[in-house]
């Protein structure tokens, strides 16, 4: 048997030698993981069970498959009906042994102890081969009308419970399948309500600019670039008109579907309008709807060379998607050649697939901005064009919007002013009886310091007298029955300072002033 483990052993090696890499440590692997003596035990127990000489190798005995059906037929009878005996090709011994896997799983052995082809046929994977028989060995102690030798630990698992616990596994299996299907139509509906809503949302974006284009060309007296403009097209129609694709529209969400709807609300119709004026002022040409006009990228290239001549050498006309972005990429490089701002530089999709077209508006402004410092150019600029009247409609729209803004901003002021008013008049109000109360007590205390500084003066008034320093001072005493002393003096210079004398004594000073 050494013998035989070692040819088995051997067809393993040689397998390993024409690997390389991974393949050949996956092989590795496989080889450390044979087992000789499960190899024969494995071997022994299919003998005792057909009732024959032990097989001297498990890749030789077995690779035609016909051992296995033989063995699974004495396990259960009539399991495998029909097998090639006598095997002379390698597909028939192939599918010997794809009978045999199948009728493995039939007596519900696990998945991972079933074996592939292959792993056998071509020595892949021995190993798994062995514990194959280990797990059949193991299983064929709970299958009914057998009671031969045993292979392995031994088996308490009933077949019913067997069969209990696929059942419940398969219960478990179809509960989360249910689960997971649930929620993925619950994704399926939310988008499609996106969706729904979305298309909705640009059919009316499409349908306003078309209504501005159509009364922009109105109140310029231009034709019609289609027929009945009158009536008002259909939502087929009308995407169709501007090359969107129904089906190639996808729902946007989170972040994306924010920042669209911003962009949407933050756009200026009068601004359009605006830069609209002066495309068509700069370059004489038509210029209708900002999307539909500006996408093929002529006009922008036209306008380029109108500021600064042959600074766009090639423009191109085809109605080629692929030559249309390149008109646009043209315009955009010089842009940024004439110093424009590159905040302003809006992205080719933002006008060709009319991801963002206040982009587009903002470019087309902050490009009108710089020609004023170009020397090639010569006018007009953005701002001396007259404006093409805005509608009454959206003058009524911006008009509603700025009275709102007012409304809201005067009626914010009236309430800080309120609020600041009884603060104020809360505080002026404390402030102005604490100002009482301590007047008072002033007031009522200053009777006794008033007669005593009174009678100091008067005192020290009747003892001494006043002299003025001046070259024309008069001496004067005075009356000791009066409250005020009166000076007078004959000079109409200025006094700068006056003294009251006593004698030879000049220790005090006073300044009496009327």
Same mark, same amino acid.
């Given at each position: 048997?050494?013998?035989?483990?070692?040819?088995?052993?051997?067809?393993?090696?040689?397998?390993?030698?024409?690997?390389?890499?991974?393949?050949?440590?996956?092989?590795?692997?496989?080889?450390?993981?044979?087992?000789?003596?499960?190899?024969?035990?494995?071997?022994?127990?299919?003998?005792?069970?057909?009732?024959?000489?032990?097989?001297?190798?498990?890749?030789?005995?077995?690779?035609?498959?016909?051992?296995?059906?033989?063995?699974?037929?004495?396990?259960?009878?009539?399991?495998?009906?029909?097998?090639?005996?006598?095997?002379?090709?390698?597909?028939?011994?192939?599918?010997?042994?794809?009978?045999?896997?199948?009728?493995?799983?039939?007596?519900?052995?696990?998945?991972?102890?079933?074996?592939?082809?292959?792993?056998?046929?071509?020595?892949?994977?021995?190993?798994?081969?062995?514990?194959?028989?280990?797990?059949?060995?193991?299983?064929?102690?709970?299958?009914?009308?057998?009671?031969?030798?045993?292979?392995?630990?031994?088996?308490?698992?009933?077949?019913?419970?067997?069969?209990?616990?696929?059942?419940?596994?398969?219960?478990?299996?179809?509960?989360?399948?249910?689960?997971?299907?649930?929620?993925?139509?619950?994704?399926?509906?939310?988008?499609?309500?996106?969706?729904?809503?979305?298309?909705?949302?640009?059919?009316?974006?499409?349908?306003?600019?078309?209504?501005?284009?159509?009364?922009?060309?109105?109140?310029?007296?231009?034709?019609?670039?289609?027929?009945?403009?009158?009536?008002?097209?259909?939502?087929?129609?009308?995407?169709?008109?501007?090359?969107?694709?129904?089906?190639?529209?996808?729902?946007?969400?989170?972040?994306?579907?924010?920042?669209?709807?911003?962009?949407?609300?933050?756009?200026?119709?009068?601004?359009?309008?605006?830069?609209?004026?002066?495309?068509?002022?700069?370059?004489?040409?038509?210029?209708?709807?900002?999307?539909?006009?500006?996408?093929?990228?002529?006009?922008?290239?036209?306008?380029?060379?109108?500021?600064?001549?042959?600074?766009?050498?090639?423009?191109?006309?085809?109605?080629?998607?692929?030559?249309?972005?390149?008109?646009?990429?043209?315009?955009?490089?010089?842009?940024?050649?004439?110093?424009?701002?590159?905040?302003?530089?809006?992205?080719?999709?933002?006008?060709?697939?009319?991801?963002?077209?206040?982009?587009?508006?903002?470019?087309?402004?902050?490009?009108?901005?710089?020609?004023?410092?170009?020397?090639?150019?010569?006018?007009?600029?953005?701002?001396?064009?007259?404006?093409?009247?805005?509608?009454?409609?959206?003058?009524?729209?911006?008009?509603?919007?700025?009275?709102?803004?007012?409304?809201?901003?005067?009626?914010?002021?009236?309430?800080?002013?309120?609020?600041?008013?009884?603060?104020?008049?809360?505080?002026? +109000? =404390? #402030?102005? %009886? @604490?100002?009482?109360? /301590?007047?008072?007590?002033? $007031?009522?205390?200053?009777? &006794?310091?008033? +007669? =005593? #500084?009174? %009678? @100091?003066?008067?005192? /020290?008034?009747?003892?001494? $007298?006043?002299?003025?320093? &001046?070259?024309?001072?008069? #001496?004067?005493?005075?009356?000791?029955?009066?409250?005020?002393?009166?000076?007078?003096?004959?000079?109409?210079?200025?006094?700068?300072?006056?003294?009251?004398?006593?004698?030879?004594?000049?220790?005090?000073?006073?300044?009496?002033?009327?």
């Amino acid at each position: 048997m050494n013998g035989n483990q070692s040819q088995t052993k051997r067809k393993l090696e040689e397998n390993q030698q024409q690997l390389f890499g991974l393949d050949a440590e996956v092989a590795q692997k496989i080889l450390e993981k044979y087992d000789p003596q499960k190899e024969k035990e494995a071997l022994d127990w299919i003998g005792n069970i057909l009732s024959e000489p032990a097989l001297t190798d498990l890749f030789t005995g077995l690779k035609n498959g016909v051992v296995l059906c033989r063995l699974m037929n004495k396990l259960r009878p009539g399991l495998i009906k029909r097998f090639d005996l006598n095997p002379k090709h390698a597909l028939t011994e192939r599918e010997n042994i794809q009978n045999y896997l199948q009728a493995c799983k039939a007596i519900g052995i696990p998945s991972q102890d079933i074996f592939e082809v292959s792993d056998l046929h071509q020595a892949k994977l021995l190993p798994q081969v062995i514990q194959n028989l280990f797990a059949l060995g193991r299983q064929a102690q709970v299958l009914s009308n057998f009671d031969g030798p045993q292979l392995g630990v031994r088996y308490a698992v009933s077949m019913e419970d067997q069969v209990k616990r696929s059942q419940i596994k398969e219960e478990e299996k179809n509960e989360q399948m249910k689960r997971f299907r649930a929620t993925e139509d619950s994704k399926v509906q939310r988008r499609d309500f996106l969706l729904a809503k979305q298309k909705s949302d640009l059919l009316i974006l499409k349908r306003e600019e078309w209504e501005r284009a159509k009364r922009r060309r109105k109140n310029l007296g231009r034709p019609a670039p289609i027929d009945k403009e009158d009536v008002a097209p259909t939502d087929q129609e009308l995407l169709k008109y501007y090359n969107i694709d129904e089906d190639a529209l996808q729902a946007v969400y989170g972040m994306d579907a924010e920042v669209q709807q911003k962009n949407r609300l933050k756009y200026d119709i009068q601004a359009e309008e605006e830069a609209l004026d002066w495309i068509e002022a700069v370059t004489k040409e038509k210029v209708d709807d900002i999307y539909k006009s500006l996408r093929s990228g002529v006009i922008l290239c036209r306008l380029i060379n109108c500021i600064r001549p042959n600074t766009v050498l090639k423009i191109n006309t085809r109605a080629l998607p692929l030559m249309e972005r390149e008109n646009i990429q043209h315009f955009l490089n010089a842009c940024v050649n004439l110093s424009v701002p590159r905040a302003n530089v809006f992205n080719i999709s933002d006008l060709y697939e009319g991801k963002d077209l206040g982009a587009v508006v903002n470019c087309v402004h902050a490009l009108g901005r710089q020609t004023t410092i170009i020397s090639t150019f010569n006018g007009p600029y953005l701002k001396q064009i007259p404006r093409t009247r805005i509608l009454e409609d959206d003058e009524e729209i911006q008009k509603n919007k700025r009275n709102s803004f007012r409304k809201n901003i005067g009626g914010r002021n009236s309430q800080t002013s309120n609020q600041m008013k009884n603060t104020m008049g809360k505080k002026g +109000s =404390q #402030t102005t %009886n @604490q100002m009482r109360n /301590s007047f008072r007590k002033t $007031t009522t205390s200053s009777p &006794t310091r008033n +007669s =005593q #500084t009174s %009678n @100091q003066i008067q005192s /020290s008034l009747s003892s001494k $007298t006043l002299t003025l320093t &001046t070259p024309t001072a008069t #001496t004067i005493t005075p009356t000791p029955k009066t409250s005020h002393t009166i000076v007078e003096i004959n000079d109409s210079e200025t006094t700068p300072l006056i003294t009251a004398n006593g004698g030879n004594d000049s220790s005090s000073c006073c300044c009496v002033i009327l």
